[in-house]
Nanobody, 124 residues
């Protein structure tokens, strides 16, 4: 089992940047595919990005490609989402998720563990 705690959310102006972090505790962090999802009010949870066990492969949603970058540090047991050129439509609660082994996936149902979320608000 793994516990996930997100941090780094906040209020930023359009065009600004934020760096979200997810700290994982528990066993065998490097065994997990890690992902970021987001959920805006009244909308379904949507995939943002995922990274494989060693950081060698990543997947980003089309809506964030070229602006967001996911990475991980298996020594520090953290996964990071660097968000640049933020837009008002990026406003949402951002969640860190872990999928025990397997390939990169973009469906929330494919992930086994979730953090509590961190709010990101982009002002226009």
């Amino acid at each position: 089992q793994v516990q996930l705690v997100e941090s780094g959310g906040g209020l930023v102006q359009t065009g600004g940047s934020l760096r979200l972090s997810c700290a994982a505790s528990g066993r065998a962090f490097s065994s997990y595919v890690m992902g970021w999802f987001r959920q805006a009010p009244g909308k379904e949870r949507e995939f943002v990005a995922a990274v494989n066990w060693n950081g060698g492969a990543t997947l980003h949603a089309d809506s964030v490609k070229g602006r967001f970058t996911i990475s991980r540090d298996n020594v520090k047991n953290t996964v990071t989402l660097q968000m640049n050129s933020l837009k008002p439509e990026d406003t949402a609660v951002y969640y860190c998720a872990a999928r025990f082994v397997g390939t990169l996936r973009s469906r929330p149902d494919d992930y086994d563990y979730w953090g509590q979320g961190t709010q990101v608000t982009v002002a226009s």
